[in-house]
Nanobody, 129 residues
Framework: QVQLVESGGGLVQAGGSLRLSCAAS????????MGWFRQYPGKEREFVAA????????YYADSVKGRFTISRDNAKNTVYLQMNSLKPEDTAVYCC??????????????????????WGQGTQVTVSS
């Protein structure tokens, strides 16, 4: 079982940037597709981005494409989410997740929270206008 711990959230003005980190332990990190999701109060988790096991492929939700970048460092067991040009509507709790059992051919298939097995506790991102 993998344990995931996010960090890097906080309060930022619109147009600003934040970099989230997600440190993994308890399992060979490079075996899992990793994803970032966000959750608004009272809503279901929303897909943000996914990255392949090697880090060579990435996939983004249309709402963040061109502004957010997902990356990973398998030597450090860490996945990142660089968020630029932040908007007030990006305000949410951001969670990283590991897809342990799923094995889809295309990264674009990893958009559902049901495809992920382990989750971090989340980190709050607040963007002020």
């Amino acid at each position: 079982q993998v344990q995931l711990v996010e960090s890097g959230g906080g309060l930022v003005q619109a147009g600003g940037s934040l970099r989230l980190s997600c440190a993994a332990s308890g399992r060979t990190f490079s075996r899992d597709v990793m994803g970032w999701f966000r959750q608004y109060p009272g809503k279901e988790r929303e897909f943000v981005a996914a990255i392949s096991r090697s880090g060579g492929s990435t996939y983004y939700a249309d709402s963040v494409k061109g502004r957010f970048t997902i990356s990973r460092d398998n030597a450090k067991n860490t996945v990142y989410l660089q968020m630029n040009s932040l908007k007030p509507e990006d305000t949410a709790v951001y969670c990283c997740a590991a897809a342990i059992r799923s094995d889809f051919a295309n990264l674009s298939a990893y958009k559902s929270a049901d495809d992920y097995d382990q989750w971090g506790q989340g980190t709050q991102v607040t963007v002020s206008s």
